[in-house]
Every structure is written in structure tokens, then in C-alpha cells.
């Protein structure tokens, strides 16, 4: 009677080992998305507008690679990679999901731009090539605001936080 039982248990556990998990809630798939990911969700609190993309862009990094998902940006994570039928719509729901976080997290008429590209890559290409490059204007003036900024009546604590954030800004800047 053990014997039976014992039996029984080890072929359901086979059987159960050989049943294919979907990579969409496998912990250790590229594609894994938790239960609780929402297309509507804001993964940073500051849209994107036409003059913060070096903040915005590192704050969505940030939470893209929090969430694992930061493959699906920098080009390491492919549709190719998807062999299976079940890999090819987790690829696409990974990938309708990611670009509804960047297009939540974008000013309206930044997301108009880039609705109808087709894989979040090429919509963090497009959004990179336009608002990455070199703004001579911006450098000068953050130039210009690190050499008069004075303490006044802040404390130390304030000024230093002013200071940093522009010299961060700067270096962002600058090729």
C-alpha cells in the first residue's frame, strides 16, 4: 500500500516536472511578468519633457532594470530569442507591456511621437536619438548657474544638493 502511494506520488511529480511552465511566470525567464504588473502603471514620477530626458532617462533605467526588463531597451533581449509559441507571445506581451510604461511616462505630445513604433527599443532609440543630444545652450547655461550659486541663506546641506544636481546635469550634457 505504501508502495502504491509512494509510486503514484513520483509519477504525478514527473508528470507535473515535464508540463511546460509559461515563461511569462517562470522567476528565471527574460519574460517573466509578476501578477500584479499593470499596463497603466508610472514607473517614474516625472514625465518626459522636451528638457529632462538625462534625468528622466536615468530614472527609467532604473526602474526598467528593477524590474528585470531593461533587456528589452538596450537591445539584449530580442524577439529572435523567442523560439517557442509560448516564448513569442510572452516576447509580445513583455513588449506591449514595457512600452506602455515608457508611453505613461512620457508628456502627451512626446508619446504621440512614438506610439506606432513596434518594439520598446525602437521607441527608446527614437526617444534618445531626439532628446540626447549635445544642447550647447543648456551647457552654458548650467555653466554659468554652477559659477553664481552662493549658499545665501541655505543651509549647507542645500546648497551642497543645488550644487551636485547641476554639476550632475552637466556631465550629462557634455559628449
Given amino acids: 500500500m505504501a508502495n502504491q502511494d509512494q509510486a503514484s506520488v513520483s509519477s504525478a ?45 536615468r530614472a527609467m533605467l532604473m526602474a526598467l532594470d528593477a524590474k528585470s526588463k531593461l533587456g528589452f531597451v538596450d537591445g539584449s533581449i530580442t524577439a529572435s530569442m523567442a523560439v517557442t509559441p509560448l516564448e513569442k507571445i510572452a516576447w509580445s506581451k513583455n513588449n506591449s507591456m514595457i512600452s506602455s510604461w515608457i508611453l505613461n511616462s512620457v508628456s502627451p505630445h512626446i508619446a504621440a511621437s512614438v506610439i506606432y513604433r513596434n518594439t520598446v527599443m ?3 532609440n527614437s526617444l534618445r536619438n531626439r532628446f540626447s543630444q549635445a544642447n550647447g545652450p543648456r551647457i552654458s547655461q548650467l555653466q ?8 545665501g541663506d541655505a ?15 552637466l556631465l550629462n550634457l557634455r559628449p
Fill in 122 to 124: 525602437e521607441v527608446w
Fill in 13 to 57: 511529480s514527473q508528470s507535473t516536472d515535464h508540463r511546460e511552465l509559461s515563461p511569462m511566470m517562470d522567476l528565471r525567464s527574460h519574460f517573466f511578468l509578476h501578477h500584479g504588473e499593470s499596463l497603466g502603471a508610472i514607473l517614474v514620477t516625472q514625465l518626459l519633457t522636451e528638457d529632462n530626458y538625462p534625468n528622466w532617462a
Fill in 144 to 151: 554659468k548657474l554652477i559659477s553664481t550659486i552662493m549658499q
Fill in 155 to 169: 543651509t549647507v546641506t542645500t546648497y551642497f544638493t543645488n550644487l551636485q544636481a547641476s554639476w550632475d546635469q
